[in-house]
């Protein structure tokens, strides 16, 4: 099993950064495809970004892409999503996620974190 705490988060205007942060404890993170997926408002939660095993490969979101990496520190059991030139509609609670593989990492049934705020104002 996997626990996953999110923090990074906060209020920031358009244009800046913020760096998310997500610890995982428990065995065997090296084995999980780690993401971070985003909920807005009377929205869906879509992917954001993921991440494989030994970051041998990343995937965006179109919305992201160019302004948000993706990383991860096996040896710490973390993962991290740095978010350049924010935008308004980047605002929205988001979760990071542990998965088995590339093609189920939105399936609920992975490991969630509760999520952390991010709010960008204009």
């Known amino acids: 099993q996997l626990q996953l705490v999110e923090s990074g988060g906060g209020s920031v205007q358009a244009g800046n950064s913020l760096t998310l942060s997500c610890a995982a404890s428990?065995?065997?993170?090296?084995?999980?495809?780690m993401g971070w997926f985003r909920q807005a408002p009377g929205k869906e939660r879509e992917s954001v970004a993921v991440?494989?095993?030994?970051?041998?490969?990343?995937k965006y979101a179109d919305s992201v892409k160019g302004r948000f990496t993706i990383s991860r520190d096996n040896a710490k059991n973390m993962v991290y999503l740095q978010m350049n030139s924010l935008k308004t509609e980047d605002t929205a609670v988001y979760y990071c996620?542990?998965?088995?593989?590339?093609?189920?990492?939105?399936?609920?049934?992975?490991?969630w974190g509760r999520g952390t705020q991010v709010t960008v104002s204009s």
């Open positions: 996620v542990a998965g088995p593989s590339v093609i189920t990492i939105s399936s609920p049934h992975n490991y």
């Open positions: 991440i494989g095993f030994a970051s041998d490969g990343t």
């Open positions: 428990g065995r065997a993170f090296s084995r999980y495809v």
